[in-house]
């Protein structure tokens, strides 16, 4: 189900059949270095990653993390950008990673407006954050081109990795 809609993307949810792709996407090189390695390597692993994040979030938030379709080369799928309610966080997480070669181009930034405006509109979100490693210099330059701010660190998951967390008031 397409959720939005931009000059050069459409913005979708992810199915079961999105596996081999978001099997491409999690172990490209910056996801691995500034989201981390997942475990995830083989087809069966990536349709359970989809079924039990992605699916479960639509279901359970009514939004989560969307498919990012490039127009011009025949909606192909080219990165991820969305929004997560993380039991560690106290407001929505939004998200987004691109297959490497769609990086730099401004579709993280286009497609994080459009997200962005889905959590205010559709979502009634008051705030967001993102959470971003401090290696990862263009995610944090885009969420500041975004109008987050810098509020802390944070370590949200289990591998005790600061992260810096940014927010944005809706």
């Known amino acids: 189900m397409i959720v939005a809609e931009t000059n050069r993307l459409l913005i979708s949810e992810f199915t079961l ?48 993390f969307y498919k990012l379709l490039l127009k011009v080369e025949n909606n192909k799928p ?39 405006k889905l959590a205010k509109q559709t979502f009634k979100l008051k705030k967001l954050v993102a959470i971003i490693n401090p290696d990862n210099k263009k995610s944090i330059k885009l969420v500041g081109k975004l109008g987050f701010t810098y509020e802390k660190k944070v370590k949200p998951f289990e591998d005790d990795e600061e992260l810096l967390l940014f927010a944005k008031t809706l």
Do not use: M
């Open 17 to 64: 059949k999105d596996a081999p792709f978001f099997l491409e996407l999690v172990n490209s090189p910056h996801w691995i270095k500034f989201i981390g390695d997942q475990k995830t390597k083989t087809l069966k692993q990536a349709e359970d990653r989809i079924q039990e994040g992605h699916l479960k979030s639509y279901k359970t938030s009514g939004f989560g």
């Open 78 to 116: 080219i990165g991820t950008c969305g929004l997560i309610k993380r039991d560690t966080l106290d407001d929505v997480d939004l998200g987004f990673a691109l297959l490497p070669d769609y990086e730099g181009i401004g579709i993280g930034h286009e497609s994080s407006l459009a997200v962005i």
